[in-house]
């Protein structure tokens, strides 16, 4: 999985591509989480439309986000679902509790 990050003003914006699966994908991701939040950029945007696949590891990576953040005074919302990630958030019922956006734009003028 590669991750790289921008910045839309105060929004982090982080982009994820390939396999958001258990193992390596997932400390990278919880590692770049946690180095944005050291340095007081506490509003995420996860980029999930290159995400080709995820699993159970991955799912429990995105609330470990989130709910790391939030318990930082951040919040990270997700934008661009594919439809695959999409439906298996449905399934699990997880779509409940992240904030989600079709794409970008919305979710950065979200954080406004």
């Given amino acids: 999985m590669q991750i790289s990050e921008r910045t839309s ?17 997932t400390e ?7 180095s944005l939040l050291q340095q007081d950029r506490k509003q995420i945007i996860l980029n ?14 995105l609330v470990r986000t989130h709910t790391t953040a939030k318990s ?17 958030l449905v399934m699990t019922r997880l779509v409940t509790i992240f904030d989600t956006f079709d794409n970008e734009a919305d979710a950065v003028k979200s954080f406004l």
């Fill in 28 to 34: 990278r991701l919880h590692d770049k989480i946690n």
């Fill in 72 to 88: 930082r005074g951040g919040a990270v919302k997700i934008s661009n679902l594919p439809k695959r990630v999409h439906d298996l």
């Fill in 48 to 61: 999930l439309g290159d995400v080709t696949s995820v699993d159970s590891g991955g799912l429990g990576e």
């Fill in 9 to 25: 003003g105060t929004v982090t914006i982080v982009d994820l591509s390939g396999a958001l699966n258990l193992g390596q994908a």
